[in-house]
Each structure stands twice: as C-alpha cells, then as structure tokens.
C-alpha cells in the first residue's frame, strides 16, 4: 500500500526554525515528484513547491521561494519542509502529496497532514 | 502566475441532483487541469486529472470536461458523501495554482 506519512502537529515561536516531514512507503520514492501544499485555517490549498526526488530539482511558489526549503533523504524516502525564520502568518496545516509526472497528472496520494501553529 | 476562479463559491443541492462547477483559467492551460475533493480537517482527494481523466476508483457520477480556459467538474445523481469541498488546479505551468474552492452543501 501506498503512503505518505507526515510528522506530527508543532507549535513554535516566531523566529525559529522548524523541519516537518514526509516519510513515503510502498512505492519507488524517485518516481514521483513530492509537492507541498498549504492551506491556512479556514482558506483554500495554496500550492508551495515540489521536488523531484531523483535528482532533488525543485520548483518554488513565489509567494514561497526564499522563505521554506524543500528537500529529501533518498535513503529513507522523506521529504521534507523547512522554515529557518517562522512567522505567525506561517500558522497553517500542511500536506505532502505525490506526482507521477509534471503536467500531465494530479496528485494521487496524500499525507494526512502536519499543523504548524507559530505564536508567541 | 495563471489565476484559477471557480465558479460557483457556494453550491446548495439535494441528493439526488446533477451539479456543475466551472473553472476558468487567466490564460490557456490547454487540457492540464485536475480537480480534488477536500472534506473537513482531511487531505484532498484527487478526482480527476488531465481534463476528463477519471482517477482509480471514483465513481462513475464524477466527470470532467473542457479546454483553453474553461472547465467543468460535473456530478450526477449527487450522493449524500459528495459534500464537500472542490478545488480545481491547472497543472500547465508552475506554480500549480488552485481555484478559490466551491463549497457543495447541502440543500
């Protein structure tokens, strides 16, 4: 069976960094992209980014380019999200999704879901 | 960045109803649109990719259709599991933008 597990709900302060995770099973990590999509409490999706594990290319929203880094652990068959400065506008839950192919397909199987809360 | 803008925001309907959401594209994304299912607090649901491309184990009831800039996601003979929330995506070029989501409720 496919999955994507996600790391569990974090709550942090404005200003520091915080690592969540993917962790794939059931599948052949390097064919599928990894997307990273948002969605803020109460809004839509928001797509952020996706990675292509195989050789660790990445693409970027601009709304998100500079400020999260997306990266994996062949090895382990993880992706991954990164933040070094948190805001509190960062507050959201967040999904990891797989792509068999850029274009022509949707994301067919999905993490259930990390929520990050920044506060002071 | 292509603008996604789904039509309606808000859709009441009854069991039993054939419902239609539009989306439409700010500029032409030819046939790379996806449509997902998203239920309160859960990880979206892909319905349907490459236009009209039924994913693996939907029902029959959804489909999809269109090309350029307008899309539509339809669904016959609504089932009391089918409200929810839908989102398009156009898949043509990053970023892969996603509609506002319409919202599917109950009559």
């Known amino acids: 069976e496919v999955q994507l597990v996600q790391s569990g709900a974090e709550v942090k302060k404005p200003g520091e960094s915080l690592r969540i995770s993917c962790m794939t099973s059931?599948?052949?990590?390097?064919?599928?992209?990894i997307t990273w999509v948002r969605q803020m409490p109460g809004k839509g999706l928001e797509w952020m980014g996706r990675?292509?594990?195989?050789?660790?290319?990445?693409n970027y929203g601009p709304s998100f380019e500079g400020h999260v880094t997306i990266s994996v652990d062949k090895s382990i068959g993880t992706a991954y999200l990164q933040w070094n400065s948190l805001r509190a506008s960062d507050t959201a839950m967040f999904f990891c999704?797989?792509?068999?192919?850029?274009?022509?397909?949707?994301?067919?199987?999905w993490g259930q879901g990390t929520t990050v809360i920044v506060s002071s | 960045d292509i603008q996604m803008t789904q039509s309606p925001s808000t859709l009441s309907a009854s069991v039993g109803d054939r419902v239609t959401i539009t989306c439409r594209a700010s500029?032409?994304?030819?046939?790379?649109l996806s449509w997902y299912q998203q239920k309160s607090g859960k990880a979206p649901k892909l319905l349907i990719y490459?236009?009209?491309s039924l994913q693996s184990g939907v029902p029959s009831r959804f489909s999809g259709s269109g090309s350029g800039t307008h899309f539509t996601l339809t669904i016959t003979s609504l089932q009391p599991e089918d409200f929810a929330t839908y989102y398009c995506?156009?898949?043509?070029?990053?970023?892969?933008?996603f509609g506002q989501g319409t919202n599917l409720e109950i009559k």
């Open positions: 999704a797989r792509l068999f192919e850029v274009r022509q397909y949707g994301m067919d199987v």
């Open positions: 059931g599948y052949t990590f390097t064919d599928y992209w």
């Open positions: 990675i292509d594990p195989s050789d660790s290319y990445t």
């Open positions: 500029l032409s994304i030819s046939t790379f």
């Open positions: 490459a236009t009209s």
């Open positions: 995506q156009q898949t043509y070029s990053a970023p892969d933008t």
